[in-house]
């Protein structure tokens, strides 16, 4: 069985060069646990994969129930130089939302 991450929290996304932060913030505390133990660099990377070059590095925020990823390598060089459309905003956060989690 398997959950997707848009079912236990919500998330946002932002940018400094050719790098993407994206935060997951968890719903409530069972929430938090799942997030916790499944959410890896590892899942989290395969998901981006086919847009970042890596690494990613995951930091816990453990008081707000938070988990704040920053994925290298994720924006075509640079937000600036960049052709893709919005390849740094919404658009980030969505797919990590969409990443299947196990339950």
Avoid: C, Q
Wanted: avoid cysteine; charge should be neutral.
């Amino acid at each position: 069985m398997s959950t997707k991450v848009h079912e236990l929290a919500h998330s946002r996304a932002g940018d400094k060069g050719n790098t993407s932060n994206v935060s997951v913030i968890a719903y409530d505390p069972a929430a938090w646990d799942i997030l916790r133990r499944e959410l890896t660099e590892e899942r989290v990377m395969s998901a981006y994969a086919h847009l970042a070059s890596g690494p990613v590095t995951r930091y816990e925020l453990p008081r707000l129930r938070a988990l704040n990823f920053v994925i290298e390598g994720a924006l075509g060089g640079g937000v600036t130089i960049s052709l893709a459309r919005d390849a740094h905003g919404k658009t980030l956060s969505y797919l990590m939302l969409d990443i299947d989690l196990p339950v």
